[in-house]
């Protein structure tokens, strides 16, 4: 596929993709390294442990599912104790933070009976922490692949660079907490929109030409000398000798729509167990569709 400018080979874009995104992990690592345990950290990651072990979810209700049972996975299999017994009396996942503490949270002097804190507390939450930075990467990742098929290259790399040295991503995206986690399934969720967009226009749609009862002042008249030409799909159009993409056949692109359908639907299930807000773009996204054709 060529390139928009003879500078930027694949190996140079590649190269400065591997940069940016090896920048973003050396930050937020240090930086998770070096931090402390945050207040909602607190109770988060206890909680995902405590239902791994017990397969309760009654305390989860208003506590996002996702960015809870992920990151104690690690904790999980390197073996962090937690007793869950009492967890059935519980009422607040908070209790769960607490009775981690307890367990982990210092370790006692056998020779002179004294408390002094443990390094385990914090290493079982860095481990926690490693799966919060590799959900960053991905969302970078996700806002160069749909700035890509919006902007082309040099835009994608202008996005990634925006997005791996936000401010704001930067510094939730190295903790357990549900924001990183809603980030990505966002992303995820407007790429997919965009594609079904894209890959089901060509579907239905009469070969021949059409031609539009728009008066000429309001845009371009579609005719036998210019037809309605979609964004190319380039993952899935063919392209010709020339370098430009063919529209997809209507039997291609019905796959293809069935497919960021189905990529979309997973999307959005995803964003409602990040985080309440999630739910949000049930309404959002019917709304792009509505929007537009009222203004017509």
């Known amino acids: 596929m060529p390139l928009e400018k003879p500078g930027l080979t694949v190996a140079r874009q590649r190269m400065a993709v591997a940069l940016l995104l090896l920048t973003t992990f ?107 930075i590799s959900v960053l990467l991905i969302t970078c990742g996700l806002v160069y692949g749909f700035a890509r098929s919006l902007y ?17 991503l930067l510094a939730h995206g190295r903790l357990v907490t549900p924001d990183i986690y809603l980030a990505a399934a966002v992303m995820g969720c407007l790429w997919a929109f965009d594609r079904l967009l894209v890959v089901a226009a060509p579907v239905g749609r009469p070969a021949g030409p059409s031609v539009s009862n728009e008066p000429a002042c309001s845009g371009i008249r579609e005719n036998s000398s210019h037809k309605p030409t979609p964004r190319p799909d380039f993952s899935r159009s063919r392209l010709r000798e020339d370098g430009s993409a063919s529209r997809p056949t209507d039997a291609l692109a019905q796959k293809a729509s069935w497919t960021s359908a189905i990529v979309l639907g997973l999307c959005l299930g995803l964003a409602a167990l990040c985080k309440l807000t999630g739910l949000l773009l049930f309404a959002l996204l019917p709304c792009c569709l509505i929007w537009p054709r009222a203004r017509r």
Request: glycine share 10%.
């Open 152 to 168: 082309g290259h040099h835009g994608a790399l202008l996005s990634l660079a925006v997005a791996c040295f936000s401010p704001n």
């Open 26 to 132: 050396a930050l937020a690592a240090g930086s998770a390294a070096q931090k402390s345990v945050t207040v909602d950290e607190y109770q988060a990651l206890p909680h995902g442990l405590a239902m791994w072990k017990t397969g309760d979810f009654h305390l989860a209700t208003g506590v996002p599912l996702l960015p809870s049972l992920l990151p104690a996975l690690p904790a999980l299999a390197a073996g962090a104790p937690l007793d869950s017994t009492a967890m059935p009396s519980y009422t607040s996942s908070w209790q769960c933070g607490l009775q981690f503490v307890i367990e982990n949270g210092f370790d006692r002097d056998p020779r002179t009976g004294k408390y002094y804190p443990s390094g385990r507390y914090h290493d079982y939450f860095l481990l926690g922490r490693a799966v919060s």
